[in-house]
């Protein structure tokens, strides 16, 4: 059993899957009239570096739709790694809650959160990866299409954490992965030789394109994020000067297999990388995809926490 929720590519193929079942099970059971306590008297600190709706809100309704609390630590609070080192912040943490929750810039700051605390992290985002985001998007996908296996998913845009961990996702669980980005925006070459070694094994088919429109045929999910993440404003402006063919718009969707499905992590930048109409058209997944985060982080914090 693993104590952490790093990266992706650090489960099999069949523990994502039982996360997967377990997240199914759990909203069935939400919507069905509540989720069992199962994690009363369990608390999970959440550090934030970066803001977020999403990943806030998602951690602490699972945590209390569960019977736990959870614990909002912001940026002035701790100061990761400046104003206390990461190693006391981890070992200070495990003696008042139960759990790690942290979305930081570095990536090396989560891994060393894993290494000096006795119980379990969350990577709810890194600079390197979101995994968290990338279990939402299975989840979303797996009930769209019933499987993962043979489905084909194009990402539209910078190859940025997103695009890494649905990748990886996609590697794993044998589903096809195309992206389309401008040269100089691609993926870690690390990222990909990784994935690459994890898609022979699964059957997956990985294909790398700089053409949008070559990339999205054939298309059962079109993927796009924003053009520039946080911590790039600095490059907004040349971004906004290079990525408009790679906007995701109602030809692109039509491009796409007839019944595809559109998704996009938030927050969206409207008529940058997607248009209001796709946004709001009937291909869109954006909302479900969104309300998903709470449902495969429950199963996060539940499979962590639960004996912890």
């Not at 070992?91 to 090396?108: D, P, S, T």
């Amino acid at each position: 059993m693993h104590k952490d929720f790093l990266d992706i590519v650090d489960y099999s193929q069949d523990e994502l899957q039982e996360l997967l079942n377990l997240a199914v099970k759990l909203k069935q059971e939400y919507q069905e009239g509540g989720n069992e306590p199962v994690l009363k008297g369990k608390v999970l600190a959440m550090i934030f570096q970066k803001p977020s709706l999403r990943t806030r809100v998602s951690f602490d309704m699972a945590m209390r739709h569960l019977g736990g609390d959870a614990l909002y630590l912001s940026p002035a609070e701790i100061g990761l790694g400046t104003r206390e080192s990461v190693a006391d912040v981890a070992r200070v943490l495990e003696g008042y809650v139960q759990g790690i929750m942290a979305r930081v810039f570095a990536h090396q700051h989560v891994l060393e959160l894993a290494h000096w605390a006795k119980i379990p992290v969350i990577n709810g985002l890194s600079d390197a990866s979101h995994p968290c985001q990338a279990l939402a998007d299975a989840l979303t996908i797996y009930e769209n299409y019933g499987r993962l296996k043979g489905i084909n998913i194009t990402y539209v845009g910078d190859g940025n954490n997103v695009a890494v961990s649905l990748m990886e996702i996609s590697a794993k669980m044998g589903a096809n992965f195309s992206i389309a980005n401008p040269e100089h925006y691609d993926m870690p070459a690390a990222a990909v030789e990784v994935a690459r070694e994890i898609a022979r094994g699964s059957g997956s088919r990985l294909s790398f394109f700089r053409d949008p429109h070559e990339a999205v045929k054939h298309a059962d999910v079109i993927y796009t994020d924003t053009w520039t993440s946080m911590g790039q404003e600095d490059e907004a402006a040349e971004r906004e000067r290079v990525f408009p063919p790679y906007r995701v718009n109602d030809q692109l969707v039509s491009e796409g297999n007839p019944d595809d499905i559109v998704m996009h992590c938030l927050p969206a930048h409207r008529n940058q990388e997607l248009t209001d109409s796709v946004a709001d058209g009937s291909h869109s997944r954006i909302f479900p995809q969104a309300h998903n985060r709470l449902h495969a982080q429950k199963a996060i914090v539940y499979t962590l926490l639960k004996g912890a």
